[in-house]
């Protein structure tokens, strides 16, 4: 009989110790770090940690760290790395929003974020040879990340001065220095990032106030409101277990006269009392932030038109819109369904593309405002342009595989206006398979594109009154799409944005 025993885990060389320490999960590898003296040199090398660091820094292979080591830098960040792991963030800021990208920058060892901007050139205006009377102007937008100012900036210094959550590190507010001073209490913005706690599933319905809204998919969600400011516990997470790594805050305000603690004595002239400054504190908001999962704006064979895009929204400039293929798609809207049911019962009577009127005093999402008119920067050149010519392109490469036109396309936008805001839907096409199938266009200037019918959310300002309008989808590639406003009489254009171009430090 053989007496020979397989090894155990510490009778196997180091290099296979740590080999098989490399497949475990931060938590774990501290729970086998506390087995022994041994397992805990061994759950102590560096190499481990390097990995650790590199799966939240997506798209950027990075060097050692010049002065620390990987199990340093990455405790010196922790738990903050979600964020950078997750790129992209969308705030609830009032109507318009604000969408960032977040990165590691290994220059400076902070995590830090940017806000992500886009300029529309001056457009060309085009005749559109199916409807001579509809207007179409070109739109190649110019995106990139305002540079000026970050919207968040994470370093050692800022979790040094981390304050309040007495007895909770993950309850402090971290201030961030964001303007380069040399951190003195001075004039000027402040600002402090939080961490949040989900709110329970079991008591969220559709008329709870939460972000991201329902509208965008989302393992968690966190409440918009707070009598305290969000400075109770039931934010806050305790534990890392209750941690949300898919949302957090960030809590802004002026701040005059400021001083280190709140109020300081001057010394008055000979003879004369001291005098009391006090910090003068105004205009304080919170903003709620929160991402999408990476899956549901990533393109794949059976659904590319997935992503973030950017379009065109007239008078209002350029907006952010996530462009999702639900699986599963919720049902529609109400005042959707109510559009939806008008059309199909006019197309069953006539031939028209008209639908109902939009409310009074509305606005097409991406059409002609009376205020804003985009005729207002009409030139006279209507030859076509190099943005057409990328339109005849995009239409050229496009696969003709009718397997992939299925199920239904939702666009929500991630920064939004007075009229339609953030976190709303602005157009849907409830299904580019057959049944929605309008046509494939045979005119030159979207010959071959497949056109679909959506409905383009529209609203009066202050979001009052909105309601759906009958629209058209137009399909030019996965990159590009168009959104014919039949009622408003207008074409506007969506672009696809490759976030992850703006994730890598320079």
């Known amino acids: 009989m053989d007496l020979r025993q397989d090894p155990t885990l510490l009778g196997l060389p180091t290099e296979l110790i740590l080999q098989v320490l ?40 990075l060097d050692a ?9 990455y405790i010196r960040h922790h738990p903050y790395w979600f964020i950078p792991k997750h790129k992209l963030w969308f ?13 590691y920058n290994h220059r400076i060892d902070a995590i830090e974020a940017y806000a992500l901007v886009a300029e529309r050139r001056q457009p060309t205006f085009l005749i559109w040879d199916y409807k001579p009377d509809v207007i179409i102007h070109t739109f190649s937008p110019r995106i990139q990340l305002d540079l000026n100012v ?22 402090k507010e971290v201030p961030m220095n964001l303007f380069q001073n040399d951190g003195r209490p001075v004039p000027g913005l402040y600002s402090r990032l939080m961490l949040s706690l989900p709110w329970p599933k079991r008591i969220t319905s559709f008329g709870t106030p939460v972000w991201p809204p329902f509208t965008l998919p989302g393992s968690t969600r966190v409440r918009t409101d707070s009598p305290s400011g969000f400075r109770g516990p039931s934010h806050q997470p305790e534990r890392l277990s209750q ?68 379009g065109d929204y007239a008078g209002h400039g350029c907006e952010f819109l996530a462009v999702l293929q639900p699986d599963e798609p919720q049902p529609l809207p109400y005042k959707a369904e109510i559009t939806m049911s008008i059309r199909e019962r006019l197309d069953s ?29 009409v030139v006279s050149d209507l030859e076509v342009s190099a943005a057409d010519e990328t339109t005849r392109a995009e239409l050229a490469a496009t696969p003709q595989d009718e397997s992939i036109y299925h ?18 839907y602005t157009f849907i096409a409830p299904d580019i398979g057959p049944s929605g199938l309008v046509r494939v266009a045979t005119e030159e200037m979207f010959r071959g594109a497949r056109v679909v019918k959506s409905l383009g959310h529209i609203a009066a300002r202050g979001f009052h009154d909105d309601g759906y309008m009958a629209s058209q989808l137009i399909i030019i590639s996965p990159n590009r799409l168009a959104q014919y406003w039949e009622t408003f009489g207008h074409v506007s254009f969506y672009e696809r944005v490759d976030i992850d171009q703006f994730t890598k430090v320079p």
């Open 22 to 61: 490399s497949y475990l999960s931060l938590r774990d590898l501290l729970s086998v770090g506390r087995v022994n003296k041994f397992l805990s040199e061994q759950a102590m090398d560096d190499s481990l940690y390097r990995p650790l660091v590199q799966e939240h820094v997506p798209g950027t292979d």
């Open 65 to 73: 760290p010049k002065d620390s080591t990987w199990r340093e830098l």
């Open 91 to 103: 705030a609830d800021t009032a109507n318009t929003g604000k969408l960032i990208i977040a990165r």
């Open 150 to 171: 970050p919207i968040m900036r994470l370093d050692k210094y800022a979790y040094e001065n981390a304050t309040g959550g007495e007895g909770y590190r993950l309850r």
């Open 243 to 310: 941690l949300s790594t898919t949302t957090f805050r960030t809590r802004r305000w002026l701040e005059f006269a400021s001083r280190q603690n709140g109020i300081r004595l001057t010394h008055g002239a000979p003879g004369m009392p001291d005098i009391a400054q006090v910090n003068v504190r105004v205009g304080e908001e919170v903003s709620t932030w929160a991402t999408l999962p990476e899956e549901a704006y990533t393109p794949t064979p059976d659904k590319p038109f997935r992503g973030i895009f950017c």
């Open 349 to 377: 009577m006539s031939s028209t593309e008209s639908w109902s009127p939009p409310p009074a005093g509305s606005e097409a999402e991406g059409g002609a405002n009376p205020e804003t008119n985009a005729l207002d920067t």
């Open 407 to 424: 199920g239904r396309i939702e666009a929500v936008k991630l920064t939004g206006d007075p009229n339609v805001p953030r976190g709303e």
